[in-house]
């Protein structure tokens, strides 16, 4: 759908040729940022057809991840395209120029993985380029930018359960009056969470069923976990794949169970 030409109700007066036009620009209107409401696509083998500028992604048949290689945009008008994932439980990965129309070019040159409902990637829609290419314009919520500091002082009895929305954050035991227990979500490749050991009475972060946490010579047991006493002690844990969590900083003196 395009908007009408300009001198067109110059040229068409009737009420007949601008109630097309108004209605071939209420069309353009809605496929804009803003222009209606959010809506969600399923990826297909790795492909999702946009039909507005506002987009969730969910996986295939609600797998636990995917990869979505292309956004084909050629059935709409709108030139910025925002995407976010449907579900947190459903990871997305969106892969950097994987060929063909509506591939997604981004600044750094590598995927972005979307962990989060809160992490949001604008795009600019290309159609000059030759395949047509969705260029990142900007990116919100992940981790580069300023990151959220949670106090918590959750003991073993009622650990405090993080989930994938939560990815980024930076968790500190201040003021607690007895262990801080954490739970980490399931293993997802690019979540992200730092611990801070601010209070003595010490920290315990535990791995999932089924996943591990380790660094240069040490793992954990499935389930297993990492504590510490040492005040101001930060561990900063990556999930490299959907079973592994690697300690990328550690300070002070972590153990991990065997």
Same mark, same amino acid.
């Given at each position: 759908?395009?908007?009408?030409?300009?001198?067109?109700?110059?040229?068409?007066?009737?009420?007949?040729?601008?109630?097309?036009?108004?209605?071939?620009?209420?069309?353009?209107?809605?496929?804009?940022?803003?222009?209606?409401?959010?809506?969600?696509?399923?990826?297909?083998?790795?492909?999702?057809?946009?039909?507005?500028?506002?987009?969730?992604?969910?996986?295939?048949?609600?797998?636990?991840?995917?990869?979505?290689?292309?956004?084909?945009?050629?059935?709409?008008?709108?030139?910025?395209?925002?995407?976010?994932?449907?579900?947190?439980?459903?990871?997305?990965?969106?892969?950097?120029?994987?060929?063909?129309?509506?591939?997604?070019?981004?600044?750094?040159? #590598?995927?972005?993985?979307? %962990?989060?409902? #809160? #992490?949001?990637?604008?795009?600019?829609?290309?159609?000059?380029?030759?395949?047509? +290419?969705?260029?990142?314009?900007?990116?919100?919520?992940?981790?580069?930018?300023?990151?959220?500091?949670?106090?918590?002082?959750?003991?073993?009895? %009622?650990?405090?359960?993080?989930?994938?929305?939560?990815?980024?954050?930076?968790?500190?035991?201040?003021?607690?009056?007895?262990?801080?227990?954490?739970?980490?979500?399931?293993?997802?490749?690019?979540?992200?969470?730092?611990?801070?050991? #601010?209070?003595?009475?010490?920290?315990?972060?535990?791995?999932?069923?089924?996943?591990?946490?380790?660094?240069?010579?040490?793992?954990?047991? +499935?389930?297993?976990?990492?504590?510490?006493?040492?005040?101001?002690?930060?561990?900063?844990?990556? %999930?490299?794949?959907?079973?592994?969590?690697?300690?990328?900083?550690?300070?002070?003196?972590?153990?991990?169970?065997?």
């Amino acid at each position: 759908m395009a908007l009408p030409a300009a001198g067109y109700f110059t040229t068409n007066p009737t009420t007949s040729a601008g109630t097309t036009a108004l209605n071939d620009w209420l069309a353009v209107t809605r496929e804009i940022l803003g222009g209606s409401d959010e809506s969600e696509l399923t990826i297909a083998s790795g492909s999702v057809t946009a039909t507005r500028a506002q987009h969730t992604i969910d996986t295939e048949s609600d797998a636990a991840s995917d990869d979505l290689a292309n956004v084909l945009v050629s059935g709409i008008s709108a030139q910025m395209v925002l995407l976010r994932m449907e579900n947190s439980a459903r990871i997305v990965t969106l892969k950097h120029e994987a060929g063909g129309a509506g591939q997604m070019s981004f600044s750094h040159g #590598q995927d972005v993985v979307l %962990a989060g409902t #809160q #992490q949001w990637v604008l795009f600019w829609v290309d159609t000059g380029a030759s395949p047509v +290419t969705l260029r990142e314009v900007g990116r919100f919520g992940f981790i580069d930018g300023p990151q959220v500091v949670e106090v918590n002082t959750a003991i073993s009895g %009622a650990p405090n359960v993080l989930t994938a929305d939560e990815a980024g954050k930076i968790l500190t035991n201040e003021g607690a009056t007895a262990a801080n227990y954490h739970t980490l979500p399931t293993a997802r490749k690019g979540l992200r969470y730092t611990f801070v050991c #601010q209070d003595t009475d010490g920290m315990r972060v535990v791995a999932a069923t089924g996943d591990t946490i380790g660094k240069v010579g040490t793992v954990t047991p +499935t389930a297993g976990y990492v504590e510490t006493t040492t005040q101001r002690a930060v561990i900063e844990l990556l %999930a490299i794949n959907d079973t592994e969590w690697i300690a990328v900083r550690e300070t002070g003196t972590w153990t991990y169970s065997t």
